[in-house]
């Protein structure tokens, strides 16, 4: 079992006064039976002048509206949180379905709903011959589906690199496929897009991961990130969640915070200011076991 506190400081410098804005936060993560959030804040810069959290009634993450009505040139968001994490339990690869079964059992799945809900096409997963030919070879029709997962996650590990440079929060899949690298979030896209496009259901989780640095290296403070990875549904088993940027199946390092179709249903923060003109983004994360 562990706990970590994560602070997440997001801030936009105009050019230009706003007048007004209009803003959806998701920075509260969710509890689950592995995950319990024992405290957490948002503290944001001006006030604003309505601030409400609800659930959101597609996914079920914890979501925040607000305005701020007050002219400004800076807008702060400083969301702060702790979280107990206990270990996963050991997933058993070969106990999961033949692929070519789950193929079989999901093309006429139904119920829940949700689980038909992720095989779709969503606004950044577009589903594509050349995403299935991907794939294809990891998942041999006799083998336990999840062999296959771990499969494709090889293929990702020899086919691409992390860029942090390469891509930006708008990049395609399809270009992410050509250049061969790019980030979490688009390594978590384009696995998606190659099991939805072999008829499975695969959401997206946002989130963040604990970083250790090298032996002897002082971790850096705001040097960790948001991270994404992926959930795939197993008949018998549930969702089962898969990193293909580290290659790995979490287990106790992986902090989640909501969860969608893909980034565009997750996306931290997001709105709709009026003036401002030009702006700068920043953003720091500090992510640590306590």
């Known amino acids: 079992m562990k706990k970590y506190k994560v602070q997440h400081k997001t801030v936009y410098e105009y050019e230009k006064n706003v007048s007004s804005c209009h803003n959806l936060l998701q920075m509260v993560p969710r509890n689950s039976e592995i995950q319990e959030v024992t405290r957490h804040s948002i503290r ?27 002219e400004h040139k800076t807008l702060e968001v400083d969301s702060e949180f702790e979280a107990i994490l206990s270990p996963r339990s050991e997933i058993k690869l070969e106990e999961s379905l033949p692929a070519r079964e789950m193929r079989k059992l999901l093309k006429d799945f139904r119920e829940p709903m949700d689980i038909f809900f992720y095989k779709g096409e969503s606004p950044r997963v577009p589903l594509r011959k050349i995403f299935r030919s991907f794939a294809f070879p990891a998942f041999k029709s006799n083998e336990p589906f999840l062999i296959g997962i771990k499969n494709l996650m090889g293929f990702m590990k020899s086919e691409f690199q992390f860029d942090a440079k ?84 979490p287990m106790d390092r992986h902090i989640t915070v909501a969860w969608g179709r893909d980034y565009s249903d997750v996306t931290p923060l997001k709105g709709i200011i009026y003036g401002g003109g030009k702006h700068s983004l920043k953003v720091t994360v500090d992510v640590d076991e306590i």
């Not at 959290?53 to 979501?63: A, P, Q, R, T, V």
């Open 166 to 249: 390469a891509t930006n929060v708008n990049t395609p899949v399809e270009k992410f496929f050509r250049l061969k690298r790019g980030v979490c979030q688009d390594f978590a896209h384009f696995a998606i897009a190659c099991l939805r496009s072999m008829g499975y259901s695969a959401r997206y989780v946002s989130g963040y991961i604990e970083t250790i640095p090298l032996p002897g290296v002082e971790k850096l403070k705001g040097a960790d990130a948001s991270h994404a990875w992926v959930s795939v549904y197993c008949p018998g088993m549930g969702w089962v969640d898969f990193d293909p940027t580290n290659d790995m199946f």
């Open 44 to 70: 944001i810069t001006p006030s604003p002048s309505a601030y409400h959290e609800y659930s959101d009634e597609n996914f079920g993450n914890i979501s925040s509206y607000f305005t701020v009505h007050s």
